[in-house]
């Protein structure tokens, strides 16, 4: 056989053989490309996103679009093939699989979490919203979750109300770690509740629980690195009473992400005329009770798709401006907000048209 053939025929093979291990070698990689983006003022699978009943709402038209990522699910394993084409792709990102996945965290383990993460950013925009609004709405602290095999197991459940720990009323969920460990492992530690099925019930009345129970559960040490430290084996959280119905309907969503988008929307609705004067805006965003807005991931992605979709304004929470700023898709204009003040500020300049002075996220920037 000739030589030169011979080195061609050699190359090819070589070449077979690396596109065939790059396709069978798998990489510890995942991938998150851009995702559905929902407009809040509007219907998603036939009905409205956001249902409000026993309140005055007004019309709202033009566009507050929640915006979502597609990621590979925890059990896929990329190929170097499809690695090295997620790297180049521009609306494509490949990141490590544990960043989406830390800990070995299962696919059924990650939907529940998104799951009660959507749950929570759903109730913390209807209080952010409400009280921007000045309506009053009823917080208590709760019993959000049991580690299995705990001190608290069996004693304290899910949904109870935390009235006072060791007689000291409680407020905030913070509180509850912090009377805990005043303790030393394995000293006693009393809670009052109100059971779960008894506020359930009250609830459905219209009424204020009022038979509380004192539970005493002995402490047992933390297993975590540091010191250690007295613990029970549960995680406080924050249940509401509000003045009238909100509902989302919004299914196969996951993540705290839209509780800006879903705050704005609420707002519009409850308030005449329209928030965005008839613009297409869409943004991103957590947010807490008092309306901060919190930084999400992926948000590369999502400016990608919502721009896609024809938005001209993204709200940006602080902490992501920087990142979003980098690969900024052209003729979307990223505006920066901390708050939920911040984006009603941002929305009136742009449903008047005087934008000159929007907060706009550039690169290298850092929140304040």
Known sequence: MPRRTATMLASTLMLIALLCAGVLIPVPYAEMSPGPTVNTLGEHGGEPVLQITGRKTYPADGHLNMTTVRVTSADYRMNLVE??????????????????????????????????????????????????????????????????????????????????????????????????????PGEDVVFT?????????????????????????????????????????????????FPFTIDIKLADVGGPSAGLMFALGIYDKLTPGSLTGGKFVAGTGTIDDDGKVGPIGGIEMKTVGARDKGAQYFLTPADNCASAAEDTPSGLTLVKVNTIDDALGALKDIRSGDTADLPKCTAGQTAR
Do not use: C, M
């Not at 690695?83 to 070995?104: I, S």
């Not at 109730?123 to 001190?151: C, N, R, Y």
């Not at 002995?218 to 009473?241: F, L, M, P, Q």
């Open 193 to 241: 509740i109100v059971p779960a099925k008894d506020q359930a019930a009250a609830e459905k009345d219209n009424k204020t629980a009022t038979r509380t129970q004192k539970i005493t559960i002995t402490t047992a040490a933390s297993d975590d690195t540091g010191e250690k430290r007295a613990i029970v084996g549960i995680s406080a959280g924050t249940d509401h009473t």
């Open 83 to 184: 690695a090295v084409y997620g790297w180049l792709a521009h609306d494509n990102k490949v990141v490590p699989h544990d960043t989406l996945y830390p800990d070995g965290k299962t696919e059924e383990q990650s939907t529940q979490e998104n799951a009660e993460e959507f749950s929570q950013s759903q109730e913390s925009a209807k209080v952010a919203a409400l009280k921007e609004l000045d309506v009053p709405v009823q917080s208590w602290v709760i019993v959000s979750t049991v580690v299995k095999g705990s001190p608290a197991e069996g004693r304290l459940h899910a949904g109870d109300v935390i009235k006072d720990v060791d007689g000291t009323t409680v407020k905030d969920p913070s509180d509850v770690a912090k009377l805990v460990t005043k303790h030393k």
